[in-house]
């Protein structure tokens, strides 16, 4: 965890955040019982994390130009998730991008900077998160 979050250095940013909109994968997890809004995942969804884009830490239709990470993954973690509320507005670049929280890794490895839960525990969380539902990391 650090306060001083730089884009790649594989710290989650410490603050009080709130929990934006959702996606997930349709052909993996159905839409939950949820407030927020959930937005079913799309092959050609991705997230700019190009720090010389002026659509830094936004989501992107792909393909597009510069360094950007794919939503539609292999490897399910992203078949579930939330938008953590991290560098959003106003988005400051090489603050950090992509910050979410979504399903753990099978061996529970580190993420790249966002909140991991095991998928059991974020089905069971998102029906929990009212709109305006803030999230304390540190």
């Not at 579930?80 to 959003?88: A, K, P, T």
């Not at 106003?90 to 929280?101: D, E, L, Q, Y």
């Amino acid at each position: 965890m650090t306060r001083q979050k730089r884009e790649g250095d594989g710290g989650t940013p410490i603050g009080v955040f709130a929990m934006l909109g959702g996606f997930f994968r349709s052909d993996r997890a159905s839409r939950l019982q949820t407030a927020q809004s959930m937005q079913a995942l799309r092959v050609t969804d991705g997230w700019c994390d190009d720090t010389t884009s002026s659509r830094y830490n936004r989501a992107v239709q792909l393909p597009v130009a510069g360094r950007h990470e794919r939503m539609w993954r292999e490897d399910r973690l992203y078949d579930l998730g939330v938008v953590i509320d991290y560098n959003l507005n106003p988005t400051r670049k090489g603050r950090g991008s992509a910050i979410f929280m979504h399903v753990m890794s099978p061996g529970g490895t580190p993420t790249a900077g966002c909140v991991a839960l095991r998928p059991d525990d974020l089905r069971r969380l998102l029906p929990r998160l009212a709109p305006g539902c803030r999230l304390e990391i540190g």
